[in-house]
């Protein structure tokens, strides 16, 4: 399989399955055992792989929030949980997630080496969450490793798209706004900072997203047809698995 016909199936499927343990009952729980609400939890424990950092760093790395929300998220957050702690036990809530949720999947072994293969062909310069995350350990066993991954994954995709968005001059604030408008209040924004988006834009968020396909191609290209199919199989079984 070529490497753009694998970044087109996967990259989706990392979005969707990536991201899942994030909101869950289970990781919304464990926040508040910790003392923070449910969007403190998300910013601190997902941004806490940067560190005990200033917010600018934050921002750089989410990237789409409203400065001021995650200003106010993750000081107040950092101010009941060190963040290291806080992100070790946001991805606690994923490995626990993955055993819930792929304890039947077959083939995980299969999926998890050829994840692993991809991020470790990843050059992090530019990447900060990616890079934040995968310095953390992979678990050992193989329910909670797949979801591991697949959030890192994600992470690389997110990360490369941020870049690709400041290279073809689109603020950043104008793509998620292009993408996803009913999300702007959840992301900060208020009415009045809704903005007004060109046609000039919209052309640029699409130069953007082809140029994030080239940026995640390389790593995937490092994979055989059979660890490409595994990679794909992987992430296929584990969204039916949500589904089911």
């Not at 464990?30 to 792989?49: I, K």
């Not at 991805?91 to 055993?99: L, N, V, W, Y």
């Not at 909670?144 to 697949?150: K, Q």
Request: charged share 20%; with cysteine; net charge negative.
């Amino acid at each position: 399989m070529k490497s753009e016909a694998l970044v087109a199936i996967a990259s989706p499927l990392a979005a969707e399955v990536g991201p899942a343990f994030y909101f869950d009952g289970a990781t919304v729980a464990r926040g508040a055992e910790l003392g923070l609400d449910v969007f403190q939890f998300y910013a601190l424990g997902r941004g806490g792989v940067l560190g005990n950092v200033e917010t600018p760093v934050i921002v750089s790395a989410f990237g789409y929030f409203n400065a001021a929300t995650v200003d106010q998220l993750w000081n107040t957050a950092r101010a009941i949980v060190e963040p290291r702690v806080a992100a070790r036990a946001f991805m606690e809530c994923g490995h626990e997630f993955g055993r819930t949720h792929f304890g039947d999947v077959a083939n995980l072994k299969e999926y998890c080496a050829a994840a692993e293969t991809v991020t470790a062909a990843v050059h992090p310069a530019g990447l900060a969450l990616f890079a934040g995350l995968a310095g953390e350990p992979l678990p050992t066993d193989l329910p909670a490793r797949a979801m591991h991954l697949a959030a890192l994954l994600r992470e690389f995709r997110g990360s490369a798209h941020l870049v690709a968005i400041v290279a073809n001059e689109i603020e950043p604030k104008v793509a998620h706004y292009i993408r996803r408008p009913e999300m702007m209040g959840v992301f900060g924004y208020s009415p009045e900072e809704v903005p007004a988006v060109t046609d000039a834009e919209r052309t640029r968020l699409v130069q953007a997203d082809a140029m994030t396909d080239r940026l995640v191609a390389g790593p995937y290209g490092v994979l055989n047809d059979e660890q490409a199919d595994a990679l794909v199989a992987g992430l296929q079984a584990m969204k039916a698995a949500l589904a089911s």
